[in-house]
């Protein structure tokens, strides 16, 4: 079993621009590390109504842009990201899963559906708070000493996600394995949406056969 930590980076707060990853090995070896840089097609806001200004991204607006865009960059990614035997992880990762998503819908290709361990909740059970800390916080409470990694470079910030769940681990006293079991809940799943009305007819149709009713006499019910 391997075990990949990723983190996005938006140009806007919505539109991706940066993809990173570490893979590791049950003993936090790391296999593979890299930073994939995307034209995220949209502008690169600095203002408080969408970006950050607080934030600065690893990489200069115009090497971004010289990148290419997700839409060229989409099979590589899944790829990476639908590997076998592998666990997905990051920090704060339903935000994560739901830029691809965007994007996947932007460009108009197949949703990549993904489900993964959230970091940030693993955290926060860990140290029984229901506070959401940021990735910066964790590292700081838990002592661990990231000098080495740059904030807000993708690759970076997917390895202090991975160091927080080591430092974790260590303190616990048991492998990741372990603790992603212990921590099930903190795992993410992509929600299914009904997309036509037919569909919703059998869910429907489905539920009140369960009930030993049929779809005329609860139709009928609902005139009463």
Same mark, same amino acid.
């Given at each position: 079993?391997?075990? !990949?930590?990723?983190?996005?980076?938006?140009?806007?707060?919505?539109?991706?621009?940066?993809?990173?990853?570490? %893979?590791?090995?049950?003993?936090?070896?790391?296999?593979? *590390?890299?930073? %994939?840089?995307? @034209?995220?097609?949209?502008?690169?806001?600095? /203002?408080?109504?969408?970006?950050?200004?607080?934030?600065?991204?690893?990489? $200069?607006?115009?090497?971004?842009?010289?990148?290419?865009?997700?839409?060229?960059?989409?099979?590589?990614?899944?790829? %990476?990201?639908?590997?076998? @035997?592998?666990?997905?992880?990051?920090?704060?990762?339903?935000?994560?899963?739901?830029?691809?998503?965007?994007?996947? *819908?932007?460009?108009?290709?197949?949703?990549?559906? !993904?489900?993964?361990?959230?970091?940030?909740?693993?955290?926060?059970?860990?140290?029984?708070?229901?506070?959401?800390?940021?990735?910066?916080?964790?590292?700081?409470?838990?002592?661990?000493?990231? /000098?080495?990694?740059?904030?807000?470079?993708? /690759?970076?910030?997917?390895?202090?996600?991975?160091?927080?769940?080591?430092? %974790?681990?260590?303190?616990? @006293?048991?492998?990741? #394995?372990?603790?992603?079991?212990?921590?099930? $809940?903190?795992?993410?799943?992509?929600?299914?949406?009904?997309?036509?009305? #037919?569909?919703?007819? @059998?869910?429907?149709?489905?539920?009140?056969?369960?009930?030993?009713?049929?779809?005329?006499?609860?139709?009928?019910?609902?005139?009463?």
């Amino acid at each position: 079993m391997q075990y !990949l930590f990723f983190d996005i980076e938006c140009c806007d707060g919505n539109h991706m621009c940066s993809i990173g990853y570490v %893979i590791i090995d049950d003993y936090f070896k790391i296999k593979e *590390k890299q930073d %994939i840089l995307i @034209n995220p097609q949209y502008r690169f806001k600095k /203002s408080r109504s969408g970006f950050d200004p607080r934030i600065q991204l690893a990489y $200069s607006v115009e090497t971004f842009k010289q990148s290419k865009t997700f839409f060229c960059l989409y099979e590589k990614i899944k790829k %990476i990201l639908m590997t076998s @035997n592998q666990v997905l992880l990051g920090h704060s990762v339903t935000s994560d899963i739901q830029f691809i998503k965007s994007a996947c *819908k932007r460009y108009n290709l197949p949703q990549i559906e !993904l489900e993964a361990f959230d970091t940030q909740i693993i955290f926060s059970k860990f140290k029984h708070d229901k506070r959401s800390y940021s990735l910066i916080d964790i590292v700081n409470d838990l002592n661990i000493d990231v /000098s080495h990694l740059k904030e807000h470079k993708s /690759s970076d910030d997917a390895e202090m996600s991975m160091l927080v769940i080591k430092e %974790i681990c260590s303190r616990s @006293n048991i492998s990741i #394995g372990k603790l992603l079991r212990l921590y099930s $809940s903190c795992k993410k799943t992509p929600k299914r949406k009904i997309h036509s009305e #037919g569909a919703i007819y @059998n869910v429907l149709q489905k539920a009140l056969e369960k009930k030993g009713m049929s779809l005329d006499k609860y139709m009928e019910s609902l005139k009463k």
